[in-house]
C-alpha cells in the first residue's frame, strides 16, 4: 500500500496569520496581506468553519500558498502579518513565532482597544465594518489589483462581516471597498451562495433546544436572556443562532453558552451603550465589539463558565432588588374630596412634589402633582376637589415586585410615584419615587440600597439607551453627522437632544426625515460652531421664537431650538416661552410620544431621555397628553391628537378622550382663534389617512367649532373617500412645480353644507395665500351649477378631448378634482383624470415659427391656427409632424377659401347696399319734391286766403264808412 506522500517543511520570512475558528473576514484580509506582502506564506491558527471548508474545497485552495502548522518552520519566521485580531492567545498554531524576540509584527484590525492587545511596528487599526476594507483601502492606495478569483474571496469577508452591507456597523468605507471589489470582478452569485444564512438540521436543533431552555429576566431594568446547551461534536456558526436568539427574545443583552467537544463556546450580544459584551468575554479569554463578542473556553464545565458569565454579569449589572426593599413608608395620601388648595399645603409642608390621594374607604386611587397643582391653581381653580385633576391610570407593585418592574413603571411608563402593597393589592404599604430610582440606579452597583440612599441622586434619570437602534436605522452619514453636531455642541458647553417626532419615528422603526434638535445652552454658539466647521446652505434664525433652521450642503435639514418651557397666561392663549431644562422642554410637548430626547452628547450618545413614559405609549399604540391641564391650555391639541392617532393608528387613552371633552364642554374651544383650528384642519387634510382622522374628529365633537354646518353624514364620508382617491392617483402622477395643494379639494367638499358668506368668513381665517383663498371662496359658488352642464356636456360615451379640454381648461385643478370626486358616474372622472395627467399638457410638433414658415400671419390668426392645430392633435387627427403640416395646409387653404367667400359676401352686400342707398336717396328727393309742392300749395292756398280776408276786411271798412 502506497503510503502519502508527505510534504516537506516551510522556511519562510513573513508569515500571515489570524485568529482562531476564522470567519471570511479573516481569511478575506489573510488573501488581501498575500498581495500586500509578496512571498509570505499564509498559516491557518486551526478551526476553519464549514463554509470556510467548504469554499477552499470547492474552488479556490490551490490559488495561495498555504502552509499547515507542522510544515512551518517557526524559528526561521522573521515577520508575523496579524489580520482580524490584536488578541495573543486567540492566534493558536501561530503563536509560537512570537518566541522569537527579533519578530517584526504588522497588525491589521478593526476591533475596538483591549488592555492586552499585541503591538506591532506596524498597526493599521480603525473601526470598519470589515477587516478586508482596511486592507482593500491600502491595496486602491498602492494602485495594486486583484483577480476576479481573489476579488470574490474578498467580497465573501466584507459581505458576511456586514451582513450584506445591512449591519450597523457598516460604515460609507466598507461601501466604496464593495464598489473596487466590483470592478475588480467580484462574483456576487459565489458570494449569496457562501454567506447564506440557512440552517442545518444540528444547527435548527440547537437553535430550538436554545430558545426553549432561555433564561430570560430583568437585571438593572434591562432584558438579559442567558441560555446553555450540549453537544457532543461541533457546531458550526452558534453566532448566527444568537443573532436570530436577539430578535425572537427581543433581547437586549444575550449570553449563549454552548459545551461542545473539549470547549464552551461564548457568544455575546448587546444592544445596550453601557454594557460591553466585549470586556465580558475578553475577561473569559475571548473578545470582540462591545456589541458583539465570543470566547472558547477550555478546561472548565458549562456550569463553571456559567458561574463566572454570573459574575461577570453581577459587576456589571449591579445587583437585583425587590420594591418592598427600596420603598419609602409610610405612605403620605390626600383624601380625593380634598380641595386643591388643601393638595397644595400638603405638597409644601411635607416637601414632596407628588401625593397618593384615597378614597373613603382609605384605598389608594389616585396621583395628583406638583404641577397639575400648581396648574390649576394659576387657573384660579383651587376650589376644585383634588379628584377632579387626579390621574386615574396607575399602577401598583406588591411587596414582592421585582426591580425591573419598578424601572419599567417609573422609568419607561413614566409614573411619579409607585404605590408598594401587601399581598392582596387593597393596602398600600408605601411608595417608591423617581428620585428613590434615580439614587438607586446611580450609585455604585456593588453597594445596597442603603449606600446608594447615602450617596445621592443624579438630577438626569437614565432611561434607556437606543444607540443599538440608531445604528441599525439610521444611515451611516446621519449617524456621523449626529455624532458630529454632538462634538460641537460639547466643545460650546452645550447639551444637544434630537427631540420630538424624530426620536417617535425612531423608535417606531419609520423612515426619519428632517431632524430636531434641541439645545440645551445658549444655542447662537452652536450655530456658529455649525457655520464655521460644517458645509451650509443656509442658516435662519428666529431669535423671538428661539428657533433656527439649518440646510447643510447635501440638502439635509436641521430644525434646531432651544430647550424652552412654555406657560399660558390664560387657557386658549399663545404660550409664554422662555429657556429652560431638557426635562422642562419635553414637558411643554403635546404628547407623551413627542416627549422624547435623545442624547447626542459624545459622554452619552443615543441615551433617551423619557419622563411620560413616551417610550411605553409607543409600544402601547396609545395618544396620551402630559398632564390634566393640556387641553384646556391649548385646545388645538384635540385636533393634534385626531391627526396623530389616524397617522400612526394609535388610541387615543381614555383620560385623554375625557380631558378633550371637558374642554368642548366648557366651551374652552370657542376662547381661541379660528385661525389656529383651520390651520389644525389644513395639517389633518396633508395626511394620508384624511377620513379616519376626521372621523376621530366627529366622535370627539370637534367638528362643530370650525363651522355647525359641517356633519360627517354617511354621504360625505363617502365623498371624501373619493377625495382620498383622487388625491393618491394624483399623487403618482408627474406635475409641474407650481401646484396648489390638495388639502383645498378636502377643505371644498367638507364645506360643500356651509352657505357661500358663512364660508368666505373661514376663508378669511385661513393661512391661505391669495389664490388658494380665489378657489375656495370664488370657484366654489360655481362648481356645482358646473357639475351639472359638465355632466350634460360629458354625457355622451365617448366625448372627444377637444370637447373635454375647451370644457375643463378654463378651471383649476383643485376645482377639477372637486368635480372628479363629486361625479356620480365614471365618465367624469375619466375625463378629469385625462386632461390632468395628459389632454393639457398635448401640444403639437410644429410650434408658432413653424406655422409662420408655412405662411400663417401673425397675429390672432397664427393662435388661432395653433389652436386648431392642438385640437386636431387632442383628437389624434395629426399623429405625425408630416400630419400636423398637412392640417395646417388644408388649414390655411379653408382658411382661404373662407376669407374668399367672405369677400364675395362682403362685395354682394357692399353691392346691395349701394343700390339701396340709391333707392333710399330717390326716395328721400320725391319726398322732399312732394314735400316742397306741398308747401307751395299751401302758400298759394294762405296766399289765396289772405287775398280774401284782404278784400274782406276792405268790405267791412267800406261798409262801415257808409
Known sequence: MAQPERRKKIRAQTVITTHLNPDFDAVASMVAAAKLYPGAVMLFPGGQGRNIRSFFVQSLIYLFDVARPRELEYEHVERLVVVDTRQRDRLGAAEPCLNNPDLDVHVYDHHPDGPEDLKGSLQVVDQVGANVTLLIEILLAKNLTVSPQEATMLALGLYEDTGGFTFSSTTPRDMKAGAALLDWGADLSVVTQFTSRELTAEQLSLLNELILCA???????????????????????????????????????????????????????????????????????????????????????????????????????????????????????????????????????????????????????????????????????????????????????????????????????????????????????????????????????????????????????????????????????????????????????????????????????????????????????????????????????????????????????????????????????????????????????????????????????????????????????????????????????????????????????????????????????????????????????????????????????????????????????????????????????????????VWLVFFLVLTENVPQPELEKLVAHLDANEKEAKILAAERSRLNWLLTRYKRKIGTPEPKPSEIDRLLSPLSWPAILYLMAKSDGEILDRAGAAYLAIYRRVTPICGGDDLLAMGVPRGPSLQKALSALREAKLDGEVPAVDDEKAFVRDYLAREAQAEQETKKIEEVAKIETVAKLEEAKKAEKTKKAEKVEKVEKAEEVEKVAKAEEVEKSKKIEKGKKN
Open 215 to 741: 433564561e430570560t429576566r430583568e437585571a438593572r431594568g434591562r432584558n438579559l436572556v442567558i441560555s446553555m446547551a450540549s453537544r457532543e461534536t461541533h457546531i458550526e456558526d452558534v453566532a448566527v443562532l444568537a443573532h436570530k436568539m436577539m430578535d425572537i427574545l427581543s433581547a437586549d443583552l444575550l449570553f449563549v453558552l454552548v459545551e461542545m467537544e473539549n470547549m464552551v463556546q461564548l457568544v455575546a450580544r448587546s444592544r445596550l451603550r453601557d454594557v460591553d459584551v466585549g470586556e465580558i468575554a475578553s475577561a473569559m479569554g475571548g473578545g470582540g465589539h462591545s456589541f458583539a463578542s465570543a470566547a472558547a473556553v477550555r478546561g472548565k464545565s458549562l456550569n463553571e463558565v456559567r458561574r463566572q458569565l454570573e459574575t461577570l454579569l453581577s459587576e456589571a449589572l449591579g445587583k437585583l432588588y425587590s420594591a418592598g426593599s427600596i420603598m419609602a413608608k409610610p405612605p403620605i395620601s390626600i383624601p380625593e374630596d380634598r380641595s386643591i388648595a388643601d393638595a397644595m399645603n400638603m405638597l409644601v409642608n411635607y416637601n414632596l412634589n407628588v401625593l397618593l390621594a384615597e378614597n373613603s374607604a382609605g384605598q389608594t386611587c389616585g396621583i395628583i402633582t406638583d404641577h397639575n397643582v400648581n396648574k390649576a391653581i394659576y387657573h384660579g381653580l383651587e376650589k376644585y376637589k383634588v379628584s377632579q385633576f387626579m390621574l386615574t391610570e396607575f399602577q401598583t407593585l406588591p411587596e414582592d415586585g421585582a426591580f425591573s418592574d419598578v424601572k419599567r413603571i417609573i422609568v419607561d411608563q413614566g409614573q411619579r410615584i409607585l404605590p408598594v402593597t401587601d399581598a392582596s393589592g387593597s393596602v398600600t404599604l408605601g411608595v417608591i419615587t423617581r428620585t428613590d430610582l434615580l439614587r438607586l440606579m446611580t450609585s455604585d452597583v456593588r453597594g445596597g440600597p442603603e449606600e446608594a440612599s447615602r450617596r445621592g441622586s443624579s438630577s438626569i434619570p437614565y432611561e434607556r439607551n437606543l444607540l443599538g437602534i440608531m445604528e441599525e436605522r439610521l444611515p451611516g452619514p446621519i449617524l456621523k453627522l449626529l455624532r458630529r453636531l454632538g462634538d460641537l455642541a460639547g466643545e460650546q458647553e452645550l447639551t444637544l437632544y434630537l427631540v420630538g417626532g424624530t426620536v417617535r419615528d425612531l423608535i417606531m422603526l419609520k423612515p426619519v426625515g428632517d431632524l430636531d434638535l434641541s439645545v440645551g445652552g445658549d444655542m447662537k454658539l452652536l450655530l456658529q460652531a455649525i457655520e464655521q466647521n460644517m458645509d451650509c446652505q443656509k442658516i435662519k434664525r428666529h431669535d423671538r421664537f428661539k428657533t433656527a433652521t439649518v440646510v447643510l450642503a447635501d440638502g439635509c435639514r436641521l430644525d434646531l431650538s432651544n430647550a424652552r418651557v412654555e406657560y399660558y397666561e390664560r387657557p386658549g392663549a399663545l404660550p409664554v416661552v422662555s429657556q429652560a431644562s431638557i426635562q422642562l422642554d419635553l414637558q411643554r410637548r403635546d404628547f407623551t410620544i413627542n416627549a422624547l430626547a435623545i442624547s447626542l452628547n459624545a459622554e452619552d450618545f443615543g441615551r433617551l431621555f423619557d419622563y411620560y413614559r413616551g417610550f411605553q405609549d409607543i409600544k402601547e399604540n396609545m395618544i396620551r397628553v402630559l398632564h390634566s391641564l393640556s387641553i384646556i391650555e391649548d385646545p388645538t391639541r384635540a385636533f393634534r391628537a385626531a391627526r396623530f392617532a389616524a397617522r400612526l393608528n394609535f388610541k387615543i387613552s381614555k383620560m385623554t378622550q375625557g380631558l378633550i371633552d371637558s374642554a368642548v364642554r366648557g366651551g374652552f374651544l370657542k376662547k381661541i382663534k379660528l385661525r389656529r383650528i383651520l390651520t389644525e384642519l389644513r395639517h389633518i387634510f396633508d395626511e394620508n389617512e384624511v377620513v379616519q382622522a376626521l372621523e376621530i374628529l366627529d366622535g370627539l365633537g370637534l367638528l362643530p367649532s370650525i363651522h355647525p354646518s359641517i356633519k360627517l353624514t354617511p354621504h360625505l364620508k363617502e365623498l371624501l373617500r373619493h377625495v382620498a382617491k383622487v388625491r393618491d392617483w394624483f399623487a403618482l402622477t408627474t406635475f409641474g412645480s407650481d401646484q396648489t395643494p
